[in-house]
């Protein structure tokens, strides 16, 4: 399981852009930049409990998203999926050209998934 600052990383990167400006700038600054919430609040000059209530919204709407279209988890499936047939593979006995090539295949398929979000029709592309 990913700690909480690891998962709204994650989470920001798939879908940060969907939140508003002002819940953005905070989890920027509390998750990326680690400032404290009384130093938010003093940037902004808002009270503390304001900042908490803007982050609190940010992850709660970030953790909706994924449930809704879960882009954050199919990401480290594929991942682990990569990792595994790369490790399958460089245990074949074929020369190294072979080998090369295969890898290369691989990730030029994960890189054409990329972002294409999950199947609704459950079509077994969904890693």
Known sequence: MLDKT???????DH????????????????????????????????????????????VDQLEQYETVLGLAGRGVRKRAVRARLNGEIAGLPVDERR??????????LCEEDEGTGPHPEGDGRDV
Request: glycine share 6%; charged share 30%.
């Open 15 to 58: 879908y940060g852009g969907l939140l508003t400006e002002k819940q953005r700038r905070f989890v920027e600054l509390h998750y990326f930049e680690d400032l404290s919430l009384g130093e938010i609040a003093d940037l902004f000059g808002v009270s503390r409990q304001a900042v908490h209530d803007h982050l609190k919204r940010a």
């Open 99 to 108: 080998k090369e090539r295969l890898l290369r295949l691989i990730d030029s």
């Open 6 to 12: 690891t998962r709204v990383n994650l989470l920001y």
